[in-house]
């Protein structure tokens, strides 16, 4: 900067005077002659304004009908929390065992589930959740239920343009969101179900 | 128009006539573009000269508090992202180390040096905008728009690292809901680099200009004494020359290990807050630097998984770690705090954040009473307005940076 701004040090305290940690913040309120005269000042501030016009542009066209160019649309990277999905377990069904936690851990009180007995072909747990609703227009997309999930079945994907005509059309249903994962492909999940169907746990085999 | 030599304002104008020696009343806000945010002040003035000022709030009370006796201690963080949302991250630190006082547990290293970069970077993104929108309401409207830039930037770190860019939700009791990425440290480092030349860039374009100098030299000064007196914390204080900085006063998260400045400026007035915020940008820069080369590896979160929830890993596959991550999450259970009360405070941009929580030792807090830095730096806005300009009123307000949704909580 200027030898004006480093002339701030001369006023208020010396700097021997402050304690240890402690600093005077560089300027000085005094205008000198030359700065008193403004255009000189203009002409330096307009000149850094005029720079910027050859600088590469910052904002971006956002067109979302163009989602693979980043020019043209922000796609957020793995771990950004957008719209929810439901997981699938091997077998194409929804992965969830309707435990309620994500409903429990949820602060905006925007999931609902209705338990029920799993059909009989369904071998590899005893309840699924019949009714399963996300009320995204209550959501506030904080991600507490992926953390609570103990089997894996919900997560945020990275969607973010959350768009619809009515207030009905943002209540997901269980459908809805299982369908969200698999248009993303990504509706697999990757934990499996103890195989032989007994509800718990393994014996685990890492040493901890 | 052509003037005649005297002209009588009785008949010219009857109305005006009678205001004439007298003051009228005058509405700042609700809705007004200074007023950042909706707050009205309702001011008594004489010509342009205000007489009396009268700040009202309360038009965005949204029941922070109140909430708080409903949300047990790890669904209250996404509350505090809302009360600042200018700097959301420090909100969330603030909250996380008051509940960590309270069931008095520790947070490793790491966990409390990455704590301490988000902190800072936050700090940066609230004080860069500050600045931006101080020059906006005096007139200066191409550095806010350059400063906006940085805090996308920013926001980019934030979101990599997060998963959103404004309600980051970050902190949990007892560490952080996820470590960083890998590419971290990359990212920060890219962003410091190209950050200082901002800085310069303002300071050339503001900090000797004639018209944004003529604005703020001498305006709305407060003296040391009746900035103690009202509380106010922060680059407000720190602008009459009280060097009084959380980080520094008291000490949290790993500040002692870290090398920094406290800029003070002795005016007191609005270009002395610019030049401390400026100031401060810069040691907030140093300290991220800093606080990169000594990352250290290891856990994020405390190992006590009473409190924090054990990876996910192991709660797929082992039944201790899933007894311990049911009663953490499922209400009736939850973390318990010792029935205790505490009040912890950290240094948020715009001053002293504070917390205070009663525990009756079940999951849900009896009480959460947030001391917002705002409430009290907007306490002195009637002192620095009384008898000075309107036009000085909108220059002193976008000085103190009051956010109404901590305001009004």
């Given at each position: 900067?200027?030898?004006?701004?480093?002339?701030?040090h001369g006023?208020?305290?010396?700097?021997?005077?402050?304690?240890?940690?402690?600093?005077?913040?560089?300027?000085d309120?005094?205008?000198?002659w030359?700065?008193?005269?403004?255009l000189p000042e203009?002409?330096?501030g307009?000149?850094n304004?005029?720079?910027h016009?050859?600088?590469?542009?910052?904002t971006?066209?956002?067109?979302?009908?163009d989602?693979?160019n980043?020019?043209?649309?922000h796609?957020?990277?793995?771990?950004?929390?957008?719209e929810?999905?439901l997981?699938?377990d091997e077998?194409?069904?929804?992965?969830?065992?309707a435990c309620?936690?994500c409903?429990?851990?949820?602060?905006a009180?925007?999931?609902h589930?209705?338990?029920?007995a799993?059909?009989?072909?369904?071998?590899?747990?005893?309840r699924?959740?019949?009714?399963f609703e996300i009320?995204?227009?209550r959501?506030?997309?904080?991600?507490m239920?992926?953390?609570?999930?103990?089997?894996d079945?919900?997560a945020?994907?990275?969607?973010?343009?959350?768009?619809a005509d009515?207030?009905?059309?943002k209540?997901?249903?269980?459908?809805k969101?299982?369908?969200?994962?698999e248009d993303?492909?990504?509706?697999?999940?990757?934990h499996?179900?103890?195989?032989?169907?007994?509800?718990?746990?393994?014996?685990h085999?890492?040493?901890? | 128009?052509?003037?005649?030599e005297?002209?009588?304002?009785?008949?010219v104008?009857?109305n005006?006539?009678?205001?004439v020696?007298?003051?009228?009343?005058?509405?700042?806000?609700?809705?007004h573009?200074?007023?950042?945010?909706?707050?009205?002040?309702?001011?008594?003035?004489?010509?342009?000269?205000?007489?009396?000022?009268?700040?009202?709030?309360?038009?965005l009370?949204?029941?922070?508090?109140?909430?708080?006796?409903?949300r047990?201690?790890?669904?209250?963080?996404?509350?505090t992202?809302?009360?600042n949302?200018l700097s959301?991250?420090?909100?969330n630190i603030?909250?996380?180390?008051?509940c960590?006082?309270?069931?008095?547990?520790?947070v490793?290293?790491?966990?409390?040096?990455?704590r301490?970069?988000?902190a800072e970077?936050?700090?940066?993104a609230?004080?860069?905008?500050?600045?931006?929108?101080?020059?906006?309401?005096l007139?200066a409207?191409?550095?806010?728009?350059?400063?906006?830039?940085e805090?996308?930037?920013l926001?980019d770190?934030?979101?990599?690292?997060t998963?959103?860019r404004?309600?980051?939700?970050?902190?949990?009791?007892g560490?952080?809901?996820?470590d960083v990425?890998?590419?971290?440290?990359?990212?920060?480092?890219?962003?410091?680099a190209?950050?200082?030349?901002?800085l310069?860039?303002?300071?050339?374009?503001l900090s000797?200009?004639?018209?944004?100098?003529?604005r703020t030299?001498?305006v709305?000064a407060?003296?040391?004494e009746?900035?103690?007196?009202y509380g106010?914390?922060g680059p407000?204080?720190?602008a009459?020359?009280?060097?009084?900085d959380?980080?520094?006063?008291k000490?949290?998260?790993?500040?002692?290990?870290?090398k920094?400045?406290v800029?003070i400026?002795n005016?007191?007035?609005v270009?002395?807050r610019y030049?401390?915020r400026?100031?401060?940008?810069?040691?907030?820069v140093?300290?991220?630097?800093?606080?990169l080369d000594?990352?250290?590896?290891?856990?994020v979160?405390?190992?006590?998984?009473?409190?924090?929830?054990?990876p996910k890993?192991?709660?797929?596959?082992?039944?201790?770690?899933?007894?311990?991550?049911f009663?953490?999450?499922?209400?009736?259970?939850?973390?318990?705090?010792?029935?205790?009360e505490?009040?912890?405070?950290?240094?948020a941009?715009?001053?002293?954040?504070?917390?205070y929580?009663?525990?009756?030792?079940?999951g849900?807090?009896y009480r959460?009473r947030?001391?917002?830095p705002?409430?009290y730096?907007?306490?002195?806005?009637?002192?620095?307005?009384?008898?000075?300009?309107?036009s000085?009123?909108v220059?002193?307000?976008?000085?103190?940076?009051?956010?109404?949704?901590?305001l009004d909580?």
């Open positions: 900067m200027s030898a004006a701004h480093d002339e701030g006023h208020g305290p010396a700097a021997a005077e402050l304690p240890p940690g402690v600093k005077l913040a560089p300027g309120p005094e205008q000198t030359v700065e008193k005269l403004y203009v002409a330096r307009l000149n304004t005029f720079k016009i050859f600088r590469k542009k910052f971006i066209d956002y067109d979302q009908t989602r693979d980043p020019a043209k649309f796609r957020p990277r793995e771990g950004y929390r957008g929810h999905y997981k699938k077998d194409g069904h929804v992965k969830c065992v309620f936690m409903a429990a851990a949820c602060p009180e925007c999931i589930i209705e338990a029920e799993t059909p009989t072909d369904w071998n590899n747990r005893e699924y959740p019949r009714r009320d995204m227009l959501c506030i997309y904080c991600g239920c992926e953390e609570a999930c103990p089997v079945a919900i945020l994907s990275t969607t973010y343009n959350l768009v009515t207030r009905e059309a209540v997901y249903d269980r459908d969101l299982m369908k969200t994962g993303l492909g990504i509706s697999l999940s990757k499996k179900y103890r195989p032989d169907g007994v509800p718990g746990a393994v014996p085999k890492k040493a901890h | 128009m052509a003037t005649t005297s002209v009588d304002i009785r008949k104008a009857p005006a006539a009678k205001a020696g007298s003051t009228i009343q005058m509405n700042l806000g609700p809705q573009p200074a007023t950042h945010g909706t707050l009205r002040f309702k001011l008594e003035v004489s010509g342009e000269t205000i007489v009396k000022c009268d700040p009202e709030i309360g038009f009370h949204t029941g922070f508090e109140k909430l708080g006796e409903y047990n201690y790890n669904q209250f963080v996404v509350i992202d809302r009360a949302y959301p991250l420090n909100n603030g909250f996380a180390i008051a960590e006082d309270l069931f008095g547990i520790t490793p290293p790491r966990g409390q040096y990455l301490v970069i988000m970077l936050s700090r940066l609230d004080h860069v905008v500050s600045v931006g929108l101080q020059a906006m309401d007139g409207f191409s550095a806010m728009l350059w400063t906006f830039i805090r996308e930037k926001y770190i934030f979101e990599a690292v998963g959103a404004l309600t980051t939700s970050w902190t949990r009791v560490g952080i809901f996820r990425p890998a590419d971290f440290e990359t990212l920060v480092r890219g962003f410091l190209k950050f200082p030349a901002l310069d860039e303002i300071e050339l374009m000797r200009n004639k018209i944004f100098m003529d030299v001498g709305s407060l003296t040391k009746q900035a103690v007196s106010v914390t407000v204080l720190r009459t020359g009280v060097p009084y959380v980080r520094r006063a000490p949290y998260l790993c500040y002692s290990d870290l920094f400045d800029p400026r005016e007191g007035d270009y002395a030049l401390v400026m100031e401060e940008m810069r040691q907030s140093r300290i991220v630097e800093q606080a000594k990352l250290p590896d290891g856990p979160n405390s190992v006590d998984h009473k409190v924090t929830l054990p890993e192991m709660v797929y596959w082992d039944m201790e770690s899933l007894i311990h991550h009663k953490i999450v499922m209400p009736g259970h939850g973390i318990k705090p010792p029935q205790n505490i009040y912890s405070s950290t240094e941009p715009n001053g002293e954040l504070g917390f929580i009663v525990s009756d030792g079940t849900l807090p959460i947030i001391r917002p705002s409430f730096n907007l306490a002195t806005f009637p002192l620095q307005t009384q008898n000075g300009l309107l000085d009123a220059a002193s307000l976008s000085s103190l940076n009051i956010i109404a949704g901590e909580r």
